[in-house]
């Protein structure tokens, strides 16, 4: 069974960092794209980063580029979402998502079979 399993979430004050962590069980990271989106209270979900594990592309939201970094430990099985210089719009739900995609890089747009349960990220002072 494919499951993902975020962790890492928490309150943290204007301009500080958190490191999210997305644990794969199941299946290997090799040929899927993970994505990183997140959803605030009353608004849509949004793609935020994704990494394709095929061709080892990456890919920011303009809101986040430049502070937010997504990287692999294949040797975990693991997909973390280092978040730097965070700003209280960044307060969301952040979910990590999977889909196999051997043939190509990686995309908010398309559809992701696999979901984690997701881990509240707040930023305030």
């Known amino acids: 069974q494919l499951q993902l399993v975020e962790s890492g979430g928490g309150l943290v004050q204007p301009g500080g960092s958190l490191r999210l962590s997305c644990a794969a069980s199941?299946?290997?990271?090799?040929?899927?794209?993970i994505g990183w989106f997140r959803q605030a209270p009353g608004q849509e979900r949004e793609g935020v980063s994704c990494s394709s594990g095929s061709f080892g592309s990456t890919y920011y939201a303009d809101s986040v580029k430049g502070r937010f970094t997504i990287s692999r430990d294949n040797s975990k099985n693991t997909v973390y979402l280092q978040m730097n210089g965070l700003k209280p719009e960044d307060t969301a739900v952040y979910y990590c998502?999977?889909?196999?995609?051997?043939?190509?890089?990686?995309?908010?747009?398309?559809?992701?079979?696999?979901w984690g349960q997701g881990t509240q990220v707040t930023v305030s002072s």
């Open positions: 998502a999977a889909d196999y995609r051997p043939n190509s890089g990686c995309s908010f747009y398309v559809p992701y079979n696999t």
């Open positions: 199941g299946f290997t990271l090799d040929y899927y794209a």
